[in-house]
């Protein structure tokens, strides 16, 4: 077994001094970017078989664009938005605080409506939100997003709902474990009289909803559907069901996409208070989050938006697409226990002296290129500290370079397994150490 290494012990750090993140926002560090890279993995892994393709919008866009496209009274425009304002040109921007906007104003520059339809894309990045700080809820957080636009179809908010689900097991979850919770809002006809509806009966229990939902009966009423303040939790139980004010089409829509999702056998719980806090959706909309719990935060949030694109300046494009939360799937992936290291060397290169110093550098760089994983200390001179490292490492092999061995054109390899080691000629040891690897692994 390698000997641990001893930390020298830490120096105290006045944080207080010290140039911290903003809040609400964290370091990505190697171990955790691990989880990052399979979530990526297997998203292309995953999505490529559904069709999607990868598109990213620039970090920056025009601030105006989320304030027309998610709404101007809702959270995340109203309080939550990171803007500046641009030095030379005084234009107004803002940092991404979802992609649906961003990539829909993608499809419609790049005239994406005239290749042909749906246009399936995905985007993985970060999106900022000034939202209070807390567990699974950041300010610089990730995205994986999902978006089909061009086609009303039922079957492509099942497609996403299915892709979505997919994704989520190959990634290692349980669908036992796992929870679709779906709804429909409705559309520009149909939506109108819901809402009536809904402001008659909060009205009738004005005295025992919270104040802010009394402000948004005025300015967005379905948000007191979303609203988590106990009082309004209970009043909101009885409040009418916008299933039974869907006009005939939105009717049928729903139940299309529910028919597909019961033939393919995914199970799903109707839920008439989500309405997701975004003003762009319509018709479908969902949410999937872990069974345990029922204050357990979403993994993920979609719907149809079936006139965004409209609104943005481009044709009537109807479109769907899904949002996971990337960080609330690593805390997942945790609690999984799903586990993920680096590569391991195969070989530890040790050099003694000037003349190997220089050697070594050339040697690395040939077996670097020959793919086999080699790790070295070449700012080290000291040979105790070198064998200390690869005892660490753990290597399989260690290549030891001296001074004679320079000057005979020759390298010791030693098997760290059993200790044997053996003098070969530079010129072969890759040859030979890519046949060693082959049997040992
Ligand atoms: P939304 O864009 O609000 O529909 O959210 C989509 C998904 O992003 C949610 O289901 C969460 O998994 C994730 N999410 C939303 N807000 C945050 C946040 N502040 N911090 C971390 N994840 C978030």
Not at 61 to 86: F, H
Not at 174 to 197: K, T, V
Request: proline share 5%; charged share 30%; aromatic share 10%.
């Amino acid at each position: 077994m390698p000997s641990k290494v001893k930390q020298p012990p830490l120096k105290r750090i006045n944080k207080r001094r010290l140039l911290q993140t903003p809040r609400g926002m964290k370091d990505i560090l190697p171990e955790d970017y691990l989880y990052y890279d399979y979530l990526i993995e297997v998203t292309k892994k995953t999505l490529e078989f559904y069709n999607f393709r990868r598109c990213e919008p620039p970090v920056l866009e025009k601030a105006e664009l989320y304030n027309k496209s998610i709404g101007s009274n809702t959270d995340i425009v109203e309080k939550e938005m990171y803007t500046l304002k641009t030095k030379e040109e005084g234009e107004f921007l803002a940092l991404r605080p979802e992609y649906t906007a961003g990539i829909v104003r993608a499809y419609i520059e790049n005239g994406m409506f005239n290749w042909p339809q749906p246009i399936k894309l995905y985007s993985f990045g970060p999106v900022f939100r000034h939202e209070k700080p807390q567990a699974g809820r950041y300010r610089q957080f990730y995205q994986l997003n999902i978006e089909s636009i061009g086609d009303a179809s039922s079957a492509l908010d099942a497609e996403v709902i299915l892709a979505s689900r997919a994704f989520l097991e190959n990634l290692g979850f349980n669908q036992s474990d796992l929870e679709i919770r779906i709804n429909s809002i409705g559309c520009n006809r149909c939506r109108p009289l819901y809402i009536r509806a809904l402001v008659r009966y909060c009205k009738q229990h004005l005295k025992d909803i919270c104040k802010d939902c009394q402000k948004r009966l005025k300015t967005n009423p379905l948000r007191v559907l979303d609203c988590k303040n106990p009082k309004c939790v209970v009043i909101k139980e009885k409040a009418p069901s916008f299933l039974d004010y869907l006009c005939g089409d939105c009717k049928d829509h729903f139940k299309n996409v529910l028919d597909i999702l019961d033939n393919v056998g995914v199970s799903y719980v109707l839920d008439k208070t989500l309405v997701r806090g975004l003003d762009y959706y319509s018709r479908t909309v969902f949410e999937i989050r872990k069974k345990e719990k029922e204050t357990s935060l979403s993994l993920a949030g979609g719907g149809r938006y079936d006139y965004l694109v409209k609104l943005l300046g481009g044709l009537d494009r109807p479109a769907v697409g899904v949002a996971f939360g990337v960080e609330r799937l690593v805390e997942e992936l945790k609690v999984i226990k799903k586990k993920f290291e680096f590569p391991k060397p195969k070989v530890f290169l040790i050099q003694i002296g000037d003349a190997a110093k220089k050697q070594a550098f050339i040697l690395l760089e040939k077996l670097r290129k020959a793919n086999i994983l080699t790790e070295a200390n070449l700012e080290k001179d000291n040979i105790n500290s070198q064998i200390k490292n690869a005892d660490r490492v753990n290597a399989p092999y260690a290549l030891i370079l001296g001074q004679q061995e320079v000057l005979d054109g020759m390298i010791i390899l030693k098997d760290m397994t059993s200790g044997l080691q053996e003098t070969i000629p530079l010129e072969r040891i890759i040859e030979e150490l890519k046949k060693r690897l082959v049997r040992k692994f």
